[in-house]
């Protein structure tokens, strides 16, 4: 009689732990949203690498500008609208249509 109790009260235990595992693993903190944990990471990860390649692609050129004068005449040329004597420059706005 002992032994068919002892039985029956592990029977209990383990439908309540397996009742218990389905609840949490359905609820708010379960798959579902170990799912959605895992896309963040992916789309920061993406985000992330996009944003060390630019960090590269600005670090490249501000290493050109340091090594070359004639990119940095330019570079100041642009930035200034500045031209050298018979030079004629042209600039075009967005949007027009000529």
Same mark, same amino acid.
């Given at each position: 009689m002992r032994n068919q109790a002892l039985k029956g009260v592990y029977a209990v235990v383990l439908v309540a732990g397996i009742a218990y595992a389905f609840?949490?693993?359905?609820g708010p903190?379960? *798959?579902g949203a170990l799912l959605q944990r895992r896309a963040l990471v992916t789309q920061y990860e993406a985000e992330n690498q996009k944003?060390?390649?630019?960090l590269q692609h600005r670090q490249d050129r501000i290493q050109r500008l340091e090594q070359n004068p004639t990119e940095q005449e330019f570079? *100041?040329?642009r930035r200034l609208k500045l031209a050298k004597p018979g030079e004629k420059i042209f600039i075009i706005e967005p949007g027009s249509k000529k």
């Open positions: 609840i949490e693993l359905r903190g379960g *798959i944003l060390n390649q630019e570079e *100041i040329r």
